[in-house]
């Protein structure tokens, strides 16, 4: 019975031409001999194959070649018009991965990247710029759900990085527009244009939708979400500003909206837990993470790529971690040259002076678990090495019960390097999946 079985559709891009194909059994198809594979998109269907076709054999934007209807000419609207129908359905685990190193070595890679430009996703992959990495819809499930259905009901959601054609954001909130009540939603593209106008907004109150400027007109702005349009938007439509930004901008982006007063739900890289300018907003209770960790976004090749992300917020979190327990049983720990202790994954609970973790225990809850943060950026060296970057927290309670606050406008230098072996750095940020 399962060799019958069709798992997958399969959308594959070569030579201008896009072609479906069924995947019997599992997902194992590597392209048609002797054809260059521009992308591949495998979708789950599981038993309704034949309902999947025929969404995108319907959609108007196809426009079949030869004799079947499997093929059609590869074009942005018509991948955009498959996009917003089978975005649910596309499945992350049998996506390609996206070939970070390209087989070079670094610098082979370097050279690369300087002469071929940040975008290269092909064979000889060699970096793509996380501004170009897209969200997959279940993400966005997850953190829909994360904030609970009384959250979203009657709100003016607003997307601001975000080209409707492609979003799973947008997606998202649109398929689900009934369901979560929601009042409306708005996006705005950007054109990563200096001289050309091509930005819009598209806005929907789940029965008609508008487009600012309609197809076909001329646009007079770029879209980016801090010019006057956009800001406009998030100052006196908006309730929640919900998006994925390019990770490049994100303290412009994030300092941006929070002058606008409204809810604040982005994507952020895990680091960014530590960057300095975070301090004040952690202290002031104006920053937070959701206790989720993304690490796959989709590139415009629809391949996968690996990034650690967290989803920052304004809104409290009070989610609290039970990775806490007596400093001598917990395996992995050190002192670095300063006698700072430094541990990982767990937190001591019997231990009241500052201490390094990594931003794990952060996303986990552990500033909702009796424990705050003194300073967000503390290099420990080891060895006259510097091990990777930490933040310095401390128990809010010192042993005798009474508030911890003998350290609390204390900087915390890192030790010196000595001449030899300067600024190397000895370890990587491990990701934990
Ligand atoms: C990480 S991608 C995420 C895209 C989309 N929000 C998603 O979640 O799939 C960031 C997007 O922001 C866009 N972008 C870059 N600079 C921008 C700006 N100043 N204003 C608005 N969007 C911008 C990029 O073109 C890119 O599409």
Redesign the pocket.
């Known amino acids: 019975m399962a060799k019958n079985k069709i798992d997958f559709v399969i959308l594959e891009s070569c030579d201008g031409q896009l072609e479906l194909h069924r995947g019997r059994g599992g997902y194992s198809w590597k392209g048609q001999k002797g054809k260059k594979l521009e992308w591949i998109l495998p979708i789950i269907v599981q038993d309704n194959a034949d309902e999947t076709l025929k969404i995108i054999y319907n959609l108007p934007e196809w426009n079949s070649v030869g004799k079947g209807r499997e093929c059609s000419y590869d074009s942005k609207e018509l991948r955009s018009a498959i996009w917003q129908k089978i975005f649910p359905l596309i499945s992350i685990n049998d996506l390609p991965q996206v070939n970070e190193s390209g087989g070079l070595t670094d610098m082979e890679r370097m050279n690369k990247t300087r002469t071929k430009g940040r975008y290269n996703d092909d064979d000889d992959m060699v970096s793509i710029g996380?501004?170009?990495?897209?969200?997959f819809y279940k993400d966005v499930e997850t953190i829909v759900k994360h904030f609970g259905a009384a959250y979203w009901k009657n709100k003016v959601v607003y997307m601001?990085?975000?080209?409707a054609r492609q979003?799973?954001?947008w997606i998202y909130f649109y398929n689900n527009f009934k369901n979560l009540k929601l009042k409306q939603i708005i996006s705005t593209r950007?054109d990563?244009s200096k001289n050309e106008y091509d930005g819009f907004i598209v806005k929907h109150d789940g029965k008609k939708i508008l487009r600012i400027p309609p197809i076909g007109s001329k646009s007079t702005f770029h879209?980016?979400?801090?010019d006057k349009e956009c800001m406009s938007i998030a100052n006196n439509e908006a309730d929640i500003i919900i998006?994925?930004?390019?990770?490049s901008?994100f303290e412009h982006f994030y300092k941006c909206m929070q002058s606008t007063g409204k809810d604040i739900i982005c994507f952020g890289n895990g680091v960014a837990v530590r960057y300095k300018w975070t301090e004040e907003l952690w202290k002031n209770k104006k920053i937070d993470v959701i206790p989720f960790e993304f690490n796959w976004f989709l590139t415009p090749t629809f391949k996968k790529k690996r990034a650690k992300t967290y989803v920052y917020t304004n809104i409290r979190q009070n989610h609290t971690t039970d990775k806490i327990k007596p400093l001598k049983k917990i395996p992995k720990q050190y002192y670095d040259e300063k006698g700072m202790l430094v541990v990982d994954v767990f937190v001591p609970n019997d231990y009241y002076k500052p201490f390094g973790v990594s931003v794990n225990p952060i996303k986990n809850g552990i500033l909702n678990s009796g424990y705050k943060l003194l300073q967000c950026k503390y290099r420990p060296v080891v060895n006259n090495k510097y091990n990777f970057d930490r933040l310095i927290i401390i128990k809010v309670l010192n042993a005798k019960g009474k508030p911890n606050i003998e350290f609390d406008n204390l900087k915390f230098e890192e030790a010196k390097i000595k001449k030899t072996g300067q600024g190397q750095v000895i370890g990587q940020e491990k990701l934990e999946l």
């Open positions: 996380s501004d170009e990495c897209y969200t601001n990085c975000d080209d979003s799973a954001f950007f990563g879209g980016s979400y801090s998006t994925n930004p390019p990770f901008k």
